[in-house]
């Protein structure tokens, strides 16, 4: 059997690689597929990435893109999910904020620097018309941080996908003011270069196990109902994000990763706009 180590948030969007290793999918292929939830989020992937603790990652978009820019070992191999990410955007339920205007020159509580609750303050900033040089921020770790900082007074706010927080807002625990999507796909695999360059036909049998999953996931009966009890969520509300939610098997566009890349560039994110294949497994 191949050892293959990927990690990946502890959310709905990752459910179709459960089922498979459920079902054995990958072991029939000769490959073991050790999965390790990452709950910091994607700020902490790319450091996992980079020491290469991990051989893949599901991981968002933005992330990924900034940190190989930045030296990052790794490689896209394809989108994961090709629908944009809705990012609610949150404070303490005790708030007396109603708007999003309103948190102009609060501090934003992110996971940690590199995250996307990181970069999407910053994409949020640029959409409201205010300065995104003036940001200021506080490092959670993780959701539970965000809770804590949060109902303990620090008066920021915090942005995190809209369905995980969603039972935190249902029982009073944040306000959400807004959403603010993603204008890009919002979930790629990445590998590290270290694992690609050996395991071309290991790579090829795991996309291509995913990718029939993927495809057929919304067809599973009851998947609604599935997904609703092993992630806490209502059910009207995964029915909502499943029909939000599209998952892709192609690689991702040089144009698409262009035009990342400009608004990482014009953000000050990233220093220069570099080769698609600095960034594009072929």
């Known amino acids: 059997m191949k050892n293959v180590n990927i990690i990946g948030v502890p959310e709905h969007f990752n459910l179709p690689w459960h089922l498979a290793m459920e079902d054995g999918a990958f072991e029939d292929r000769g490959i073991l597929l050790n999965w390790t939830d990452v709950p910091e989020g994607t700020g ?27 030296g990052n070992p790794s490689k896209i191999v394809q989108e994961f999910v090709s629908s944009p990410l809705l990012w609610g955007i949150h404070v303490a339920a005790d708030s007396e904020r109603t708007s999003i205007a309103s948190l102009q020159h609060d501090k934003v509580a992110i996971s940690r620097i590199g995250s996307g609750s990181h970069l999407m303050a910053y994409i949020n900033a640029q959409n409201q018309g205010w300065d995104p040089g003036q940001l200021q921020f506080e490092i959670v770790d993780n959701l539970d941080g965000a809770v804590k900082n949060l109902t303990e007074g620090s008066n920021a706010y915090f942005m995190w996908e809209h369905f995980t927080t969603k039972p935190l807002v249902d029982n009073g625990t944040f306000k959400r003011l807004g959403d603010c999507p993603t204008p890009w796909p919002c979930f790629v695999i990445a590998a590290t ?29 009851s998947i609604d109902r ?57």
């Open 193 to 221: 270069d270290s694992f690609l360059k050996d395991n071309r036909g290991v790579l090829g049998h795991i996309l291509e196990i995913i990718n029939t999953y993927t495809l057929e996931f919304k067809e599973i009966p």
């Open 44 to 70: 902490k992937m790319c450091q996992l990435l980079d020491a290469g603790e991990t051989d893949m990652a599901i991981i968002l978009t933005e992330g990924i893109i900034k940190s190989i820019s930045q």
């Open 226 to 282: 599935t997904l609703s009890n092993r992630y806490g969520q209502q059910l009207e509300d995964i029915q909502e994000w499943l029909g939000k939610t599209t998952w892709g098997q192609q690689q991702m566009t040089s144009r698409t990763l262009d035009e990342i890349q400009s608004r990482l560039f014009h953000l000050n994110l990233v220093e220069e706009i570099k080769e698609p294949s600095r960034f594009l497994w072929e």
